[in-house]
């Protein structure tokens, strides 16, 4: 059985979306985020159940898919806390993992009410208010 660690409160809440593998989830729980997984909490969820759930939750919307990024911005950007997009090619998931956890090391104090967009160490960041 896989022991979590209790999250530390002044990380930030993470929402993430299926597309994320399930060991960067859990390296980021390892690492003392609360962080829950959209694979484990609700397989197969709507994007208005993620929205649901983020929002009632107060977590910041995680994903990789950029086609279901732009959709759920048009629509319910106001409605989230935060959303961080990462555009990375495929890489060894031990990379991927690093990526992850370096990136809500350094940014997660300043994701909530913004947009962030990862792409091989550029961050961008605007406004969900646009």
């Not at 961080?84 to 993992?97: G, H, N, S, W």
Request: hydrophobic fraction near 40%; charge should be neutral; proline fraction near 5%.
């Amino acid at each position: 059985m896989r022991v979590i660690p209790h999250p530390d409160p002044a990380k930030p809440r993470l929402l993430l979306d299926e597309c994320i593998p399930r060991s960067v989830f859990f390296s980021l729980q390892d690492h003392k985020f609360n962080a829950k997984w959209i694979g484990e909490e609700c397989p197969s969820a709507s994007d208005r159940e993620v929205i649901e759930l983020a929002k009632r939750e107060r977590r910041i919307l995680v994903t990789l898919d950029k086609e279901h990024f732009g959709a759920i911005l048009m629509r319910n950007r106001l409605e989230l806390t935060g959303m961080v997009l990462f555009r990375i090619e495929a890489k060894p998931i031990d990379l991927m993992k690093s990526i992850f956890i370096d990136f809500f090391e350094e940014y997660g104090s300043r994701l909530e009410g913004k947009i962030t967009v990862y792409k091989e160490n550029q961050i961008r960041q605007r406004s969900l208010e646009f």
